[in-house]
Nanobody, 121 residues
């Protein structure tokens, strides 16, 4: 089994910062791309940022210059540093990882349970 566990969400004022973490555990042979997605009430889930195993990153236009994705391959963990937060960043944030297990022939996507981020004064 593989589990992704997110942490770091919460309530923050506009202009503030939060750092999300997502740790993968289980029978993992290798982790390829990792990423963060978010879903606001009444909206579809959208990509926030992704990072390859070698560190190449990709960001949604709405978060460029404010959010930074990073990863620690030794800890099977991906992070999302969120600065200059806006009310429109309010959403449930999910991490996703493309993981190859020892028992599988190919990688597949795994999702975390989500963590709430609320930006409000």
């Amino acid at each position: 089994q593989v589990q992704l566990v997110e942490s770091g969400g919460g309530l923050v004022q506009p202009g503030g910062s939060l750092r999300l973490s997502c740790a993968a555990s289980g029978s993992i042979f290798s982790i390829y791309a990792m990423g963060w997605y978010r879903q606001a009430p009444g909206k579809q889930r959208e990509l926030v940022a992704t990072i390859s195993r070698t560190g190449s990153t990709n960001y949604a236009d709405s978060v460029k210059g404010r959010f930074t994705i990073s990863r620690d391959n030794a800890k099977n963990t991906v992070y999302l540093q969120m600065n200059s937060l806006k009310p429109e960043d309010t959403a449930v944030y999910y991490c996703k990882a493309d993981i190859l297990r020892y028992s599988d022939y190919g990688p597949r996507d795994y999702w975390g349970q989500g963590t709430q981020v609320t930006v409000s004064s």
